[in-house]
């Protein structure tokens, strides 16, 4: 999709962060937006943004993971707008951090079902209305670099942007007899407010193997910080848009980033390159241990990353 005057947006998580990022870039760019988002603090602060502004933005209250309240909110865009939107960000997510063996049920079903089942949801609800208007479209999906990783300390997170960027492909090759196009964003750090998600888990999923708390909320603000500029990351993704591209990666040299990355499940395959893979894991430590991260200042102070307390089975997570 290259012109975006007039077309209607839908974003999820579009009221804070990367969701609020796109919404500034593809308004400017002449798009009526759809801001949907859980919290109404941030639905506050957007609407102040955008007031007074020459912008057309609809402000809903969602939780994506609620399949009616999607439906519902499908309804209202075909209502204030005269049709389904052309142009879905399934962006929102959260997070949550601990060792992989602590992880509780509602640790996965917290973050797996907003991150990937927030993302079907999105799919399900939207798909067939968009093909239905005839009209061209874009599917364009926030994945994580952490989707093309394991990672011990973040393994529901991991799994489900892994997820997420499988499922994109699958679409990608479905919707283009329609003239839809998928782009899934893979970043790393985002200057945003993530480090707060456990502020909105409900009640139900409040059982937790992790180490949450304040310091931990404080740690995540300080490493989050130091990510790349919400609106900055927009305007990646909006040229991967125009160009079709399907997993956009916003570094300099994308596709080396993504040779690396999959060149580590190759190596997986056989045993010279598990070999080779600890020799490379190796050395990063080492690296990362003669370079300290200030990103990662205040972590160990903090027990971000641990276990909760009392769970005296699990190893410290930065020995392992
Ligand atoms: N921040 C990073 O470093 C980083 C890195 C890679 C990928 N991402 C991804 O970027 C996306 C956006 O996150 P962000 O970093 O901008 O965080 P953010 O917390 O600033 O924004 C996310 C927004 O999503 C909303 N949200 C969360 N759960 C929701 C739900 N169930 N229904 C509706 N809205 C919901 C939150 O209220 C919030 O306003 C996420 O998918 C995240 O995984 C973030």
């Given at each position: ?19 609020l ?69 399934n ?38 209305r968009m ?12 994945a994580?670099?952490?989707g093309?990783m394991?990672a ?29 196009g ?6 790393a ?16 999923l409040?059982?937790?193997?992790y ?6 909320v404080?740690?995540?603000a ?28 916003p ?21 010279e ?14 690296e990362r ?32």
């Amino acid at each position: 999709m290259k012109d975006f005057k007039d077309k209607v947006a839908f974003i999820t998580g579009g009221a804070s962060g990367a969701g609020l990022g796109q919404a500034k870039v593809f308004s400017e760019a002449g798009c009526k937006i759809v801001i949907a988002d859980i919290r109404q603090d941030h639905l506050d602060e957007a609407k102040a943004y955008f007031k007074g502004k020459n912008a057309r933005v609809h402000f809903i209250k969602l939780d994506i993971t609620d399949r009616k309240a999607y439906t519902k909110a499908a309804d209202e865009v075909e209502e204030v707008f005269g049709g389904p939107p052309q142009l879905l960000f399934n962006t929102a997510g959260v997070n949550a951090f601990g060792p992989a063996e602590a992880s509780t049920f509602e640790d996965y079903d917290f973050v797996v079902g907003i991150c990937l089942g927030g993302v079907i949801n999105g799919m399900v609800t939207f798909v067939p209305r968009m093909i239905k208007s005839g009209r061209p479209g874009h599917i364009a999906t926030v994945a994580s670099m952490g989707g093309l990783m394991g990672a011990s300390r973040c393994a529901p997170y991991s799994a489900a942007k892994a997820g997420v960027i499988n499922l994109m492909e699958s679409y990608y090759t479905a919707l283009k007899p329609y003239n839809i196009g998928v782009s899934c964003l893979c970043p790393a750090g985002i200057k945003t407010n993530i480090g707060e998600s456990s502020y909105i888990r409900p009640k139900h999923l409040e059982n937790t193997g992790y180490n949450t708390n304040e310091k931990t909320v404080a740690f995540m603000a300080h490493h989050y910080s130091f990510g790349i500029d919400p609106v900055e990351l927009a305007q990646i993704f909006k040229k991967g848009i125009e160009n079709d591209v399907l997993y956009v990666l916003p570094f300099p040299e994308p596709d080396n980033v993504m040779k690396r990355l999959i060149g580590r499940m190759v190596n997986y395959t056989t045993p010279e390159g598990m070999k080779r893979q600890a020799e490379l894991d190796k050395q990063m430590m080492e690296e990362r241990k003669n370079n300290p991260n200030p990103m990662m200042e205040g972590a160990e102070e903090a027990g971000w990353g641990m276990a909760k307390e009392g769970l005296n089975w699990v190893k410290d997570a930065r020995n392992k």
